[in-house]
């Protein structure tokens, strides 16, 4: 009677004696563990590079915006004040009053500066002389894009006061993210003879 009434407990409650290892969790055992982290590495190095293409995709459209506008505001101002406006590629620190750098000697990516130029005079570098008023500066980039103009006329930049810039034709500006041998993440800004700008993604012509 007394085995059968601890027979009885043991279903009840729990396995008893041999069969109690049953009742407990088991854990993973190193070759699984293994297992798990070589997949969870491959997986990651598969997901990298896509990781990457993302970052300078939208790193290439948040640059192409911000000197689209730029260029959009310099034509703006001018059409708005009745004035002329210009904008070049420039250095821009905080010991150093910027000026315009001669055309051909560094691209937007070192910096800009947009200014009124009252006088009109397409050769104007200094944005303080003949009542000129700086309105915009930009210091120079340190993520490797680039910013050039198909000429060495769209370095120095002057918008009339009907909006029509300085540049003899249409021109273009190309955004290249850096180590972008195929220019997958290229951007291309296109100006017209009136002066307005339009963006194209990927490519690096206007045609």
């Known amino acids: 009677m007394s085995y059968f009434v601890l027979r009885l407990q043991c279903v009840r409650s729990r396995p008893c004696g041999g069969n109690a290892?049953?009742?407990r969790a088991r854990g993973f055992t190193l070759i699984e563990l293994m297992i798990t982290v070589a997949v969870a590495a491959v997986l990651v190095?598969?997901?990298?590079?896509?990781?990457?293409?993302?970052?300078?995709?939208?790193?290439?459209?948040?640059?192409?915006?911000?000197?689209?506008?730029?260029?959009?505001?310099?034509?703006?101002l001018a059409i708005a004040s009745n004035?002329?406006?210009?904008?070049c590629t420039a250095t821009v620190s905080a010991t150093n009053a910027p000026v315009c750098q001669a055309p051909n000697s560094a691209g937007y990516q070192s910096g800009w500066i947009l200014f009124t130029n009252p006088t009109c005079n397409g050769a104007q570098t200094d944005p303080t002389a003949a009542s000129a008023v700086l309105r915009q500066s930009r210091n120079g980039r340190s993520d490797g894009f680039t910013i050039n103009g198909s000429t060495a006329a769209l370095d120095l930049l002057m918008f009339d006061p009907r909006g029509i810039s300085t540049a003899a034709s249409s021109g273009l500006f190309q955004i290249r993210a850096p180590d972008d041998s195929g220019n997958v993440h290229?951007?291309?800004?296109?100006?017209?003879?009136?002066?307005?700008?339009?963006?194209?993604?990927?490519?690096?012509?206007c045609s």
């Open 45 to 76: 190095s598969l997901a990298a590079p896509s990781f990457r293409d993302l970052l300078l995709r939208n790193k290439a459209g948040g640059v192409t915006n911000e000197f689209s506008a730029a260029l959009s505001q310099a034509r703006g």
């Open 21 to 23: 290892v049953l009742g």
């Open 186 to 205: 290229a951007r291309t800004i296109c100006l017209d003879v009136a002066g307005r700008a339009t963006v194209r993604k990927y490519t690096t012509t």
């Open 83 to 87: 004035t002329c406006v210009t904008l």
